[in-house]
């Protein structure tokens, strides 16, 4: 049988911040400021993606319902879609957020 190699501790450290987020008070032993500025800034494009998505299809919920039943459909998918979008980008900048509790 083949011997594994432990991890290493780099591979530990930088577990850490996922492993101790429930633990608040671990967050100053924990060298990852470089790592938390990173991850603000995927959280915030995340987020003005998501005001971008919202802007893109806003103008189309706020015009006349159209008559034929296709057109209706077809602005109640794109509404479907939109929400989709943005539930998923707000989904990915919780689980960052989540990351740099500290």
Do not use: Y
């Not at 577990?15 to 790592?35: G, H, T």
């Not at 919202?54 to 057109?71: G, N, R, V, W, Y």
């Amino acid at each position: 049988m083949a011997r594994q190699n432990p991890p290493s501790r780099k591979a530990s450290l930088e577990k850490l911040p996922i492993d101790f987020v429930s633990e608040p008070w671990l967050c100053d032993f924990m060298p990852d400021a470089d790592n938390n500025d990173d991850r603000r800034s995927l959280i915030s494009g995340l987020l003005l993606e998501a005001g971008r998505a919202m802007e893109d299809a806003s103008f189309q919920f706020a015009l006349a319902l159209p008559t034929h039943a296709d057109a209706v459909l077809a602005r109640i998918q794109l509404l479907e879609q939109t929400a989709s979008d943005v539930q998923a980008l707000a989904a990915a900048a919780r689980a960052l957020h989540r990351q740099s509790a500290c």
